[in-house]
T-cell receptor, first 111, second 113 residues
Framework: TQLLEQSPQFLSIQEGENLTVYCNSS?????LQWYRQEPGEGPVLLVT?????EVKKLKRLTFQFGDARKDSSLHITAAQPGDTGLYLC???????????FGAGTILRVKS | DAGVIQSPRHEVTEMGQEVTLRCKPI?????LFWYRQTMMRGLELLIY????????DSGMPEDRFSAKMPNASFSTLKIQPSEPRDSAVYFC???????????FGSGTRLTVV
């Protein structure tokens, strides 16, 4: 059982469509991070959110941290083929510097 | 900065052999992490160091696994003896502090036959 549950597991959409990926947990996290991973490479940090209710925007990507700091979402507007990859959420607790990762959402954007 | 550097990129070894994976973190980062990624279990934290000291090794599967960080610029993860179930991609990551994102290396794909 994953501490962080991501949904959907797989998403295949057409270029130009919008999508939302969810990350849920029963645990409260001090911070939550989103990463994107391409085949053959390590995950790359997209954003860190630390405040309940926080919303961050990164061009076409919008990240939200839930008020109770147990869940998060990633919304992509007008998806492009370059957005294709594995999206991972990861949570950290108050003490230490250990991240636990969700299983990820595989996104495929078709042109 | 060249980022986190891992070597080798690929390793194929026979069951029972010793395997050593290497990592050079980003200069100035005082946290170093070793993760393992498989299709079945995703990314699992094996061990992490702060200022070269092991802080949490609860994710190390068993005594066959050991990790060292002799100085701020180098770490190794050793598996002895290796088993086919150790086949995975092993990532090293470093971080400049708490709540600061990790920078991952490109990983070592280990295959034990």
């Amino acid at each position: 059982t994953q501490l962080l549950e991501q949904s959907p597991q797989f998403l295949s959409i057409q270029e130009g469509e919008n999508l939302t990926v969810y990350c849920n947990s029963s645990s409260v996290f001090s911070s939550l991070q989103w990463y994107r991973q391409e085949p053959g490479e390590g995950p790359v940090l997209l954003v860190t959110v630390v405040t309940g209710g926080e919303v961050k925007k990164l061009k076409r990507l919008t990240f939200q941290f839930g008020d109770a700091r147990k869940d998060s979402s990633l919304h992509i507007t007008a998806a492009q083929p370059g957005d294709t990859g594995l999206y991972l959420c990861a949570g950290a607790w108050e003490y230490g510097n250990k991240l636990v990762f969700g299983a990820g959402t595989i996104l495929r954007v078709k042109s | 900065d060249a980022g986190v550097i891992q070597s080798p990129r690929h390793e194929v070894t026979e069951m029972g052999q010793e395997v050593t994976l290497r990592c050079k973190p980003i200069s100035g980062h005082d946290y170093l992490f070793w993760y393992r990624q498989t299709m079945m279990r995703g990314l699992e934290l094996l061990i992490y160091f702060n200022n070269n000291v092991p802080i949490d090794d609860s994710g190390m599967p068993e005594d066959r696994f050991s990790a060292k960080m002799p100085n701020a610029s180098f770490s190794t993860l050793k598996i002895q003896p290796s088993e086919p179930r150790d086949s995975a991609v092993y990532f090293c990551a470093s971080s400049a502090g708490r709540f600061i994102g990790y920078t991952f290396g490109s990983g070592t794909r280990l295959t034990v036959v």
